[in-house]
């Protein structure tokens, strides 16, 4: 993706532009967000669509869309009973301008105090930190909606439809949305999915894996996110000395040499790449800590329908004992079994494709991980060399 | 070696780059115009010889012998050159090295015992090579010695280490830790710079002091170095800097070199200051980052561990040895390397203090020919008025008065000029020194980066093909 960031006059508006490279596999649906904007605490991001599908009033349209649609989006997908034996694609994270905000507040308060040349650092420092957060921002909510459209039962959904197309404001139905389940099944999945799904006397050897992985993946990859992103705090904090650093010596420094000036140039600019191709690593492991989440969020649902299904036989043998409602309990547990073995059914597929979904983008992300490291060493090898030379000879 | 781990951090590399190439750019530069700080006050005409000539370093100089002023004696016969080439000779033959401390006796009496080697061809020294035993004190009684004798001349006498008293308490007690090893190897790593920059002098290589130090094996005790560490005796002698302040006559300054010189001084200080305070933070910080990379790594590897996916499981484990590697590498490299700098910093801090002073004392030397110039005018006036008092014995005195303070004007004006050049010489021999000084120590680091570049070259592209191998 190419990104073109473009700052107004009021500090508090940013937009951001960027060309998608990327190539959709199905041209039935592609969507992606060309634009987003910030405005003091609210993002708007811009959806694209563009659709050969006939259930779609128009082949190509845009429409605004903020944070908080995408979460009613996720949320009514989440409670629709339909969808109980797929992942459900994890919701994106809120939008978080904490750091960028924070130095903005310290670019505006000190800026009385600082020399020309530093204050013209700082405000180069924050503009790339908030590309960097937009970056990565767009990129979730983004891949959030691909999820939904190039899978077979979410982009029929009505609600996703609506989502893509609906030009007006959505915030009417996201209120209605929000007192209809008011959160409620949502809260309860989070507090006893470990229990329950722990709890399962599993006959089917896949889902036993399933569950004992899934269950001790989710602890070992929420804990190498949470280093991957103290070693990147920590990466930033190093980084930033060495900005401040050089930043005097820029200051102080006659300038009889364009050669060492163009080297420091390109030095910042590997340094913006290198720290955005770190980012790919901890952003990885992010998402899939949601993705796992997920994950866990089907088992459950499907622990669940087994604990329905033996409740529904043990209900069934009492009422053969006592000789009451004996259809009524046989047709309950019908249902259940169906539910479960449904449940079944489609959360293998799911979860296999889940499994190689994961090892492709992991095996992705490393190898563009590797190869950028590589690169970025051959090219300081060379400078390096260069400045050696340089010095040398002097 | 304890286990060091930092993480192979490409953006902190690159910005490392980024810095060292511009403290290049800042202390190679050869000219006044680039070695002065501050743009402004560059006025391109002075009264005195220009600096910016390295070969004409002496031309303002009186050619043959001056007092004061003298070369190192080389062990082979030359011809005896002009001071020019004296002077920028590379080579100096003369080595010396501070090693094996040991410590020596026990509990808050013990102290540390460093071997100082000379090895040289020198004949104003006794042998070729030379092994004594010095302690810390020593080392601040051979400062001290000096700067009270070289000082108010208008030499540059490098300054002692910093005394520490946490550093040392620590050694005292007993404790074999890892802060106590590495404050043992920082303190014998500055004497030995201490030494080196000390014999570099030509007016220092020669005094008896420091043949003394280093030749003989039983050296007077030091007494009351704890009231003289190097910065106590700066402060001492740049106590002149006060007496100037309260100059009732401001030094009408004819040589706008001195003025100029002291503004650049002034503001390299303040950079040099700020930029080690940055260097320190930042070798902070990079143990925090390799602390969080080392946990990172095992994280990873639980990870791979978990991953039920044989060949992500495998590219995962391995990732976590890579990542281990190469922190282990660039925490060695760039944490030693920047131990480098940061202290280089911190000497030349502490050198230009140094400098400062001696400015400070060429303004003492004014002040005191001013003072001796004024007292030779009231002599005369009071001569005057005896005349007609007609006292002769009286009369006499004042006349006797009035030829010492002539003699004393003299000897003030003589005194001050003396100083000026003496200053002149010394500033040129720093400031060339300090370009050489730092091109070494960043060439080297320039290298020894180079050297971890290629190592993570050969880490990565070996992890290359596993990560592809995932399937």
């Excluded at chain 2, 100082?116 to 010695?145: A, M, N, P, Q, W």
Aim: proline fraction near 3%.
């Amino acid at each position: 993706k190419i990104y073109e960031p473009e700052v107004h006059s009021d500090r508090r508006k940013w937009r951001m532009r960027s060309v998608s490279v990327d190539l959709n596999n199905d041209a039935s649906l592609v969507i992606d967000i060309p634009d987003a904007l910030c405005e003091r605490d609210k993002v708007k991001f811009t959806v694209h669509t563009k659709t050969t599908l006939s259930s779609f009033q128009k082949p190509e349209f845009s429409v605004p869309r903020q944070h908080e649609d995408f979460i009613w989006l996720h949320d009514t997908i989440v409670e629709t009973e339909e969808y109980a034996g797929f992942i459900i694609p994890p919701a994106p994270p809120k939008p978080d301008f904490e750091g960028p905000r924070e130095k903005m507040h310290k670019l505006g308060e000190g800026e009385s105090s600082m020399t020309k040349e530093e204050y013209a650092k700082m405000k180069q420092e924050l503009e790339a930190e908030y590309l960097a957060v937009f970056k990565k921002t767009v990129q979730v909510h983004e891949v959030f909606l691909q999820r939904l459209s190039s899978h077979p039962m979410f982009r029929k959904d009505r609600n996703f439809q609506i989502f893509l197309e609906y030009d007006q404001d959505l915030s009417v139905r996201r209120k209605n949305a929000k007192e209809m389940f008011g959160g409620f099944f949502k809260n309860m999945v989070k507090s006893a999915d470990e229990v329950l799904i722990s709890g399962v006397k599993e006959v089917d050897e896949f889902f036993e894996q399933e569950k004992n992985f899934l269950l001790d993946y989710s602890i070992k990859i929420k804990d190498a996110t949470a280093k991957a992103e103290k070693m990147t705090r920590s990466h930033k904090n190093v980084a930033d000395d060495y900005n401040h650093i050089s930043g005097a010596l820029n200051n102080t420094a006659a300038d009889n040499n364009t050669a060492f000036k163009n080297m420091c140039v390109l030095q910042k600019v590997e340094d913006r790449m290198a720290s955005d191709q770190e980012l790919k690593l901890t952003e990885l492991l992010r998402y899939y800590t949601r993705d796992i989440q997920a994950a866990k969020d089907l088992l459950y649902r499907r622990a669940r329908a087994l604990a329905d299904y033996e409740n529904s036989n043990k209900a069934l043998d009492k009422a053969r004992l006592k000789g009451k409602d004996v259809a009524q309990a046989e047709e309950n547990q019908k249902q259940c079994l169906q539910k479960f073995d449904k449940l079944s059914e489609s959360g293998k597929k799911e979860l296999t494709s889940f499994k190689a979904r994961r090892v492709v983008a992991f095996r992705k992300n490393l190898i563009e991980m590797t190869e950028l490291e590589i690169k970025h060493a051959k090219n300081s090898v060379s400078l390096l060399q260069g400045s050696i030379e340089i010095l040398k000879s002097n | 070696m304890h286990e060091c781990k930092c993480k192979r951090s490409l953006a902190g590399f690159s910005s490392v780059l980024f810095v060292v190439l511009s403290l290049v750019k800042v202390f190679l530069s050869q000219s006044p115009e680039a070695a002065c700080l501050s743009a402004e006050d560059i006025s391109p005409s002075s009264n005195g010889p220009r600096d910016d000539d390295p070969d004409d370093l002496f031309a303002g100089v009186d050619g043959g012998s001056v007092s004061g002023q003298s070369r190192p004696q080389s062990g082979r016969v030359r011809p005896l050159a002009g001071p020019d080439e004296e002077e920028n000779r590379d080579t100096f033959d003369i080595q010396i090295s501070v090693s094996d401390p040991e410590k020596v006796g026990d509990g808050m009496n013990a102290y540390m015992v460093y071997k100082v080697t000379t090895k040289t061809s020198l004949s104003i020294f006794s042998r070729d090579e030379v092994c004594v035993k010095r302690r810390f004190s020593d080392f601040l009684g051979l400062y001290s010695k000096l700067a009270s004798k070289y000082m108010h001349m208008g030499y540059i006498v490098p300054p002692a280490p910093e005394k520490s008293i946490v550093g040392m308490t620590k050694v005292k007690v007993g404790k074999e830790d890892l802060s106590s090893v590495e404050f043992v190897e920082k303190r014998r790593s500055a004497l030995e710079r201490y030494l080196l920059r000390t014999v570099k002098h030509p007016a220092l290589l020669k005094d008896p002091d420091v043949l003394q130090f280093l030749e003989s094996s039983e050296l007077p005790r030091a007494v009351s170095t704890q009231a003289l560490s190097g910065a106590g005796i700066l402060r001492m002698v740049n106590k002149a800097a006060d007496a100037v302040n309260k100059m009732t006559i401001k030094m009408n300054e004819s040589d706008a070199w001195f003025e100029e010189k002291q503004q650049q001084f002034e503001n390299l200080d303040v950079q040099l200051r700020k930029l080690h305070a940055s260097v320190e933070s930042l070798v902070c910080h990079r143990k925090e980052l390799s602390v969080n990379t080392a946990s990172f790594a095992k994280s990873a590897a639980m990870l791979g561990n978990s991953e039920d996916h044989t060949a992500l499981s495998r590219a995962l484990s391995q990732l976590a040895e890579v990542e281990e590697k190469i922190d282990q590498l660039h925490q060695d490299q760039s944490y030693a390397d920047f131990y480098l700098i940061s202290e280089l910093l911190g000497d030349y801090v502490r050198l230009i203090t140094a400098v400062k002073g001696v400015f400070d004392q060429r303004m003492k030397a004014w002040a005191k020919w001013q003072d001796a110039q004024v007292m030779l005018q009231r002599k005369r006036e009071a001569e005057a008025k005896l005349q007609y008092a007609n006292k002769p014995d009286k009369l006499q005195q004042a006349t006797d008065e009035i030829r010492e303070w002539e003699g004393k004007v003299q000897q003030g004006e003589r005194d001050f000029e003396q100083i000026s050049k003496n200053i002149r010489r010394e500033v040129g021999r720093f400031e060339k020194d300090r370009v050489k000084d730092f091109r070494v120590v960043i060439i080297k680091y320039l290298e020894s980066l180079v050297h971890t570049q290629q190592q993570l070259i050969k880490y990565w592209e070996a992890f290359l093909p596993e990560a592809k191998a995932i399937a």
